[in-house]
């Protein structure tokens, strides 16, 4: 609610403890002003469901970082997923409600990434996936199933879904949305 001359971020990304709904975590594209193009990886934390907000500054200081996607596991371990430039992305984990982060963990991927965990009881509980846009070729997906250690080399997803979104239902099937390739049809 305060107007912070010269503060600029926009493409906030929200996730929330599923064992305490009280921690949230925001990430967004934090410029230094708005006439910057320079983005960094920005984020908050809560403890109180949202009623207050502690700002430390962005994950990388001075370090490029867009794109930003913020989710949570099962049992409460945060990740903030944030794209650098080129075929990778920069994955941060966080035990701690947001207080304090590890990584990044590089992983392969492109812009306009999507991340999702899965919070279901499958096969797959617990890995991570995600999708990214086609312009660099047509591998857009990876995932990590032992926690954000490592991630899967890219591969193609059928179809091409591109700037849109993936989700995790409760039996484990991943589902991903978007456009057909570039085309915008």
Request: negative net charge; hydrophobic residues 35%.
């Amino acid at each position: 609610g305060a107007n912070i001359v010269d503060d600029a971020a926009n493409e906030p990304s929200l996730g929330i403890d599923p064992t305490n709904p009280n921690n949230l975590v925001a990430g967004w594209r934090q410029f230094d002003n708005v006439a910057s193009n320079f983005r960094q990886a920005g984020y908050a934390y809560s403890h109180d469901g949202g009623r207050t907000w502690t700002h430390p500054g962005s994950l990388q200081p001075g370090s490029f970082n867009s794109d930003p996607v913020v989710d949570a596991t099962s049992s409460g371990v945060f990740y903030y997923l944030g794209y650098p430039s080129g075929s990778t992305l920069n994955v941060f984990r966080s035990n701690t409600a947001g207080n304090t982060w590890t990584g990044p963990v590089v992983a392969p991927g492109g812009d306009k990434a999507w991340m999702t965990i899965d919070k279901g009881n499958s096969i797959g509980a617990g890995n991570i996936y995600i999708l990214w846009q086609v312009a660099s070729g047509p591998n857009t997906f990876t995932r990590s199933t032992n926690g954000g250690a490592s991630f899967s080399a890219a591969t193609a997803v059928t179809d091409t879904p591109t700037f849109g979104t993936i989700a995790v239902d409760a039996n484990g099937t991943l589902y991903a949305a978007g456009l057909r390739g570039q085309r915008f049809s």
